[in-house]
């Protein structure tokens, strides 16, 4: 079965140091890949996506995120955190040969940065 | 992103009574989606549409119906509102690679 797994339910930075939000899949082709944040009560906002190519990614807000296909992973980083980076990060994958452009939805990870 | 509308933005209801979602947008995309997020659960399919001739159930579609009144316009009726479907409830729409760009959400409680 297909999945996303976000193994933490909440992540701790302090101001200025480097975050990283995890993310694993399982899909049973190549997969498009993405991350989306939800501040508090608004919706979810696109921050970046794989599709192809540098497995390196760069989004919104100084984030990126690193595809690794040996490990099914595509965590998602910053060298250096904000206290407005605090809010639930979304990390979802789409099985390219899927007509249907479903995506499917880890649980998601709170962010705590701290001052 | 005001590219997705929603409306109400908030609402509450009684047990029994039928509700309907409102969900507009001036992306131009064929693709809509309904889903409902609950604490903990994260995002969680109910309907999606590729046209307004094509409706498909998601994960969650029991006690819930949709309508395609046209490309931009994709609404969500609970027939018979329970508390269980207390829950924010986001529309969304779909771009060429499949990122999902959504709307503001609506608060919804059963009481």
């Known amino acids: 079965a297909q999945s996303v797994a976000q193994p933490e339910d909440q992540v701790n930075v302090a101001e200025g140091n480097p975050l990283t939000v995890k993310c694993t899949y399982s899909v049973s082709g190549n997969p498009y890949l993405f991350w989306y944040v939800q501040y508090p009560n608004r919706g979810l906002q696109f921050l970046l996506k794989y599709i192809t190519g540098d497995n390196l990614v760069k989004g919104s807000y100084g984030f990126e995120a690193e595809f690794n296909k040996s490990q099914t992973s595509f965590h998602l980083k910053k060298p250096s955190a904000l206290v407005s980076d605090s809010a639930l990060y979304f990390c979802?994958?789409?099985?390219?040969?899927?007509?249907?452009?479903?995506?499917?939805w880890g649980a998601g990870t709170k962010l705590i940065i701290k001052p | 992103d005001a590219d997705v509308t929603q409306t109400p933005r908030n609402r509450i209801t009684k047990t029994g009574k039928r509700i309907m979602l409102e969900c507009s947008q001036t992306?131009?995309?064929?693709?809509m989606y309904w889903y409902r997020q609950d604490p903990g659960l994260g995002l969680r399919l109910i309907y999606y549409?590729?046209?307004?001739?094509?409706?498909n159930k998601g994960e969650i579609s029991d006690g819930y119906s949709v309508s395609r009144q046209a490309q931009a316009k994709f609404s969500l009726s609970l027939e018979s509102a329970i508390p269980n479907q207390t829950a924010l409830y986001f529309c969304a729409t779909s771009g060429p690679s499949g990122e999902q760009y959504f709307g503001p959400g609506t608060r919804l409680t059963v009481t």
């Open positions: 549409s590729f046209d307004v001739k094509d409706i």
């Open positions: 992306k131009g995309h064929d693709r």
């Open positions: 979802a994958v789409r099985d390219r040969a899927d007509s249907n452009y479903q995506l499917i």
